[in-house]
């Protein structure tokens, strides 16, 4: 049974849209989702279902968590070997210097439009460093996400398509997460 991750954006941040963990997993649950894991409180969801597209899971659990928890939150899923590929193919790990605390992954719930991609590097000003990679936009933030200007600014909004980001450390945790599901 293939093993997926699902990553909600915006839960338990700053007061709004609380959700416990628990009361997550059981919700989920109901969708037919098995072993169905949780990491940090941040909504992480690692879990094994029928085969399904992430963006198809993904619209599921958006609209089990409207209907159970009454908010709106966006959702993106990847497969394990999405997830696989997105650590593999981190473009900073490569650079001399780079400090993997200062790393984070956006996932981006489809590419965007080479426009949109434009506009992220005109914006992106030193020390931040941005690659934007096919569904996945790699963010090197060396003053943290605090002073970063690239993190002031909506990314859904200005690429055009819904994102949710994670540190390098979580996205390594839920890549494991899903190894251990096997």
Sequence with gaps: MPIYVSMLRGINVGGHKKMKMDQLRASIETLGLEQVKTYIQSGNVVFKTGKISPSALSKRI???????????????????????????????????GIDAEKLHVTFLSEAPAASARKKLEALTAAPDQSRCLGKELYLYLPNGVAESRLMKTPLDRLLSVVTTTRNWRTVNALHQMCLDCH
Excluded: C, H, Q, Y
């Excluded at 009454?70 to 650079?95: C, K």
């Design 62 to 96: 958006e609209e089990k968590i409207l209907g159970e928890f009454g908010f709106s939150v966006s959702v993106v899923s990847r497969t394990v070997d999405e997830m696989s590929r997105a650590i593999a193919n981190n473009p900073f790990l490569r650079e001399r």
